[in-house]
């Protein structure tokens, strides 16, 4: 069955970088594309990104262009997503969810509190 | 870029029929998808392409989209349909994904 586990939380200070990484099984890592989602609290759901692991080709949403940086090490079916310059509203569950076909999310992760606190 | 405009609350009695909008410009071009979120959960996918429902979905859940506006429809709704709603799209031209702000589903 497919599965997308991702790692812990994290607290992190203003101004550091969080790494969250996505492990997948159940499925061809390769065939599908990777997104990741932010949730702040209370909030709505937030599109950051995609990642082709086929290839490494990115696309990110215009507002963390230039903070977000989405890899994968295919070798292990982990999908990664790196925040830098953290604010305290970065504070948010982070979620990576396949895409099934053409931008339809049919699997997601657990979720990763990141807080971002001094 | 797309904004998708969702109500912010709905409520409903027990074994009533709910709609939750979604509109867009012009949405009824684009293939429109809903997830369902309960607290402390992850979102789950609940109706795909407009109108398609995932295995496992129950048929009380129904999509439509056309015009500006997409609906999610849930008939006989149960106390355990009560959650968050998002409609999403995928706009081809910028290749970005877009979500609703959402909707919280009240059983009354």
């Known amino acids: 069955q497919v599965q997308l586990v991702q790692s812990g939380a994290e607290v992190k200070k203003p101004g550091a970088s969080v790494k969250v990484s996505c492990k997948a099984s159940g499925y061809i890592f390769n065939g599908h594309y990777m997104h990741w989602v932010r949730q702040a609290p209370g909030q709505g759901l937030e599109w950051m990104g995609w990642?082709?692991?086929?290839?490494?080709?990115?696309k990110y949403a215009q507002r963390f262009q230039g903070r977000v940086t989405m890899t994968r090490d295919t070798s292990i079916s982990t999908a990664y997503m790196e925040l830098s310059r953290l604010r305290s509203d970065d504070t948010a569950v982070y979620y990576c969810a396949r895409d099934l076909s053409l931008r339809d999310f049919d699997y997601w992760g657990q979720g990763t509190l990141v807080t971002v606190s001094s | 870029s797309y904004v998708l405009t969702q109500p912010p609350s709905v409520s409903v009695a027990p074994g009533k029929t709910a709609r939750i909008t979604c509109g867009g410009d012009?949405?009824?071009?684009?293939?429109v998808h809903w997830y369902q979120q309960k607290p402390g959960q992850a979102p789950v996918l609940l109706i795909s392409y407009d109108s398609d429902r995932p295995s496992g979905i129950p048929e009380r859940f129904s999509g439509s989209n056309s015009g500006n506006t997409a609906t999610l429809t849930i008939s006989r709704v149960e106390a355990g349909d009560e959650a968050d709603f998002y409609c999403q799209v995928w706009d081809g031209y910028s290749d970005h994904v877009v979500f609703g702000g959402g909707t919280k589903l009240t059983v009354l």
């Open positions: 012009n949405i009824g071009s684009k293939s």
């Open positions: 990642m082709n692991p086929n290839g490494g080709v990115t």
